[in-house]
């Protein structure tokens, strides 16, 4: 007789969920972390989802478990002094701002019963847009490869408009002097995110960070977890004291998985090259969203609920 796989009782999740696949799910996504150097928060939340656990709780222990698989990776920056505090102190500013609104209008999607529909829709749109950008310039470089061509470098006099705006600050370790606006925006938005979606962020705010605020390479991922680390600190706090939805249990099965995980991801990693690994993740990011896609569309089994309400003193 085959004996059942062996399960755990989610507290928060109300549900029984076998602690193989959770240690499973962390470790794919831990692999998947360690090999394109993301912090997997936008495919564990998804994966979560399908599982079938409810949406408020993936999102917000998701943001828990982004807290400590960052805080390792800052904590090794910080030691070869390779973030800027400066940049990370504003961008931060955004950012717990960001994330106390994102918490705000997520209690109050939650209230009115549009939560998961919202975030269904949101990781349907937002994960088809990244994943389709990101494939298309991966095949762009790939063809040039092929051609012997180089993708043309963006010269360091041209400027874009973003850095033409007002309120400039220096930033003495990044080598910057722009305006904090920019800064600032990018830190509400991705706090805003982090707290609605259950994302860390951190395959927005690289890029963001190289290619718009033209920030040194050397610093950006260093800033970019210490940024992670505090605003999604902040996310979880207001989550399980405002929202109640954080399933330790379920955050340190992840996490466990996710160690071991991101430890072969690293080093299959360094076996592709760059634009391979980029179209790669593309093609993962638009699966996840078209998964998304079907289940808007196809009919629920059940297109009712109910329950037995009993009433003392009756019959």
């Known amino acids: 007789m085959k004996s ?8 928060i999740a109300e549900l029984p969920v076998s602690i193989l696949l959770l240690l499973g799910m962390g470790a794919a996504v831990g692999f998947i972390s360690g090999l394109f150097g993301v912090g997997g928060g936008f495919l564990l939340t998804p994966l979560l989802i399908f599982t079938g656990i409810p949406p408020a709780v993936a999102v917000a222990t998701v943001t828990s478990q982004t807290v400590a698989s960052s805080t390792s990776g800052a904590l090794a920056y910080w030691r070869k002094q390779a973030i800027d505090l400066k940049l990370a102190s504003v961008l931060i500013a955004g950012g717990v701002t960001g994330s106390a609104a994102g918490v705000f209008v997520f209690r109050l999607l939650r209230d009115v ?3 998961d529909l919202i975030i269904s829709l949101s990781y349907l749109t937002f994960l088809s847009s990244i994943g389709f950008l990101m494939l298309r310039e991966a095949i762009r470089v790939m ?8 993708p043309p470098a963006r010269m360091p006099g041209q400027h874009n408009w973003i850095l033409g705006l007002p309120l400039k600050m220096k930033f003495r370790k990044s080598k910057l002097y722009v305006s904090i606006l920019p800064v600032l925006g990018l830190g509400i938005l991705i706090g805003f995110m982090g707290s609605v ?10 890029p963001a960070l190289i290619y718009l605020l033209r920030v040194p390479t050397a610093m950006v991922i260093g800033t970019s977890l210490m940024y992670i680390v505090v605003t999604m600190s902040v996310a979880t706090v207001l989550h399980a004291t405002t929202n109640q939805t954080v399933d330790v249990l379920l955050a340190l099965s992840l996490m466990i998985g ?9 080093q299959f990693g360094q076996k592709l090259r760059g634009e391979h690994l980029r179209a790669l993740l593309g093609l993962l990011v638009l699966a996840v969203g078209l ?5 808007l569309i196809l009919k629920p089994d059940e297109l009712f609920s109910y329950s037995v309400i009993s009433m003392l003193g009756g019959v």
């Not at 996710?258 to 991801?265: E, H, I, M, S």
């Open 4 to 11: 059942p796989p062996v399960q755990i009782y989610l507290p």
């Open 113 to 115: 019963g549009q939560l």
């Open 143 to 150: 063809i040039k490869n092929r051609d012997g061509k180089r």
């Open 197 to 206: 979606l259950g994302i860390g962020g951190g395959f927005i705010m690289v």
């Open 258 to 266: 996710g160690v071991f995980g991101a430890q072969f991801g690293a």
């Open 291 to 295: 998964r998304f896609a079907i289940n």
